[in-house]
């Protein structure tokens, strides 16, 4: 059974950046489409990914871009979220999650919606201060 372990988190002033690890065992990294969600203090859960990263590539919401890298060491089993650039709008429980299923014409892409993904880990918990 996959099992994902999120660290990293912390807190640090606006402007600064953080990189989250997600250790996964039990099963190759490579072979899953692997993402990134993330839940504001006082909301839900937001459903769709901040950043994926599958065997066709990587992809992030606008919320992300050009700030966030996610990555992906096989060797070490495990994907990295690096986020630059931190708000304070971007404190939040941020969790990895796991899946092995396809979508898009190909069949190649990871999902974005987060019921889609079968495997969660516990979070960590990331705090930009202003």
């Known amino acids: 059974r996959v099992q994902l372990v999120e660290s990293g988190g912390g807190s640090v002033q606006s402007g600064g950046s953080l990189r989250l690890s997600c250790a996964v065992s039990?099963?190759?990294?490579?072979?899953?489409?692997m993402a990134w969600f993330r839940q504001a203090p006082g909301e839900g859960r937001e459903e769709v990914a901040i950043a994926m990263i599958g065997n066709d590539g990587t992809d992030y919401d606008d919320s992300a871009k050009d700030r966030f890298t996610v990555s992906r060491d096989i060797a070490q089993n495990a994907v990295y979220l690096k986020m630059n650039s931190l708000k304070p709008e971007d404190t939040a429980i941020y969790s990895c999650a796991a899946d092995s299923r396809r979508t898009g014409s190909d069949g190649t892409s990871c999902y974005r919606r987060d019921f889609m993904y079968s495997t969660w880990g516990q979070g960590t918990q990331v705090t930009v201060s202003s």
């Open positions: 039990a099963y190759p990294a490579k072979n899953n489409c």
